[in-house]
T-cell receptor, first 115, second 113 residues
């Protein structure tokens, strides 16, 4: 299996621009997570999908952030408009099921820089 | 509130030295515990996990961790580190009934030749 796939790996954009991050979970996994990693806050959960349905988006910082999962093999995280404080590494992870006994597999991350 | 804390933010060791990274958690109820490693420029990889049973858990690359319920701890150990162990190490907790990994702030390990 190719593992969790994320694109792009690096994104540099100017403040105010729209940014779209993409994720392909491991085939057969029904849970998908978006995490953000920053120096100040460490790793934090942004949103969690189960069977393509958003279950918990309480970690999404503000309305500029939105996430979708149109099907079981694809998810996007969009930031519009982007701001310098959004600069971070964004990880997508997937797991086989819902609940604490299922290991989460992480993608390589997208390093976002907003200037 | 649920939390995970890692005691050491930066650790520098010489090759062959022994390693112990501290992790404490604050959770009500049953919790599953993990250690992840992030090598420079790479994604998070699972080192080991504890769900139940033997509190001494062995993981990949010679790492092990001990779950001590009375101390709410899950410390990571390795008897002899190598230069290739240079990485960021994250302790994480996940409520058995939950879904969101709660990560500690991480410990940056530098192993010098």
């Amino acid at each position: 299996d190719a593992g969790v796939i994320q694109s792009p790996r690096h994104e540099v954009t100017e403040m105010g621009q729209e940014v779209t991050l993409r994720c392909k979970p491991i085939s057969g996994h029904n849970s998908l997570f978006w995490y953000r990693q920053t120096m100040m806050r460490g790793l934090e959960l942004l949103i969690y999908f189960n069977n393509n349905v958003p279950i918990d988006d309480s970690g999404m910082p503000e309305d500029r952030f939105s996430a979708k999962m149109p099907n079981a093999s694809f998810s996007t995280l969009k930031i519009q408009p982007s701001e310098p404080r959004d600069s971070a590494v964004y990880f997508c992870a997937s797991s086989l099921g819902q609940g604490g006994h299922y290991e989460q597999y992480f993608g390589p991350g997208t390093r976002l820089t907003v200037t | 509130a649920q939390s995970v804390s890692q005691h050491n933010h930066h650790v520098i060791l010489s090759e062959a030295a022994s390693l112990e990274l501290g992790c404490n958690y604050s959770y009500g109820g049953t919790v599953n515990l993990f250690w992840y490693v992030q090598y420079p420029g790479q994604h998070l990889q699972l080192l080991l996990k504890y769900f139940s049973g033997d509190p001494l858990v062995k993981g990949i690359k010679g790492f092990e961790a001990e779950f001590i319920k009375s101390k709410f701890s899950f410390n990571l150990r390795k008897p002899s580190v190598q230069w290739s162990d240079t990485a960021e190490y994250f302790c994480a907790a996940l409520a058995a009934s939950g879904y969101a990994l709660n990560f500690g702030k991480g410990t940056s390990l530098l192993v010098t030749p």
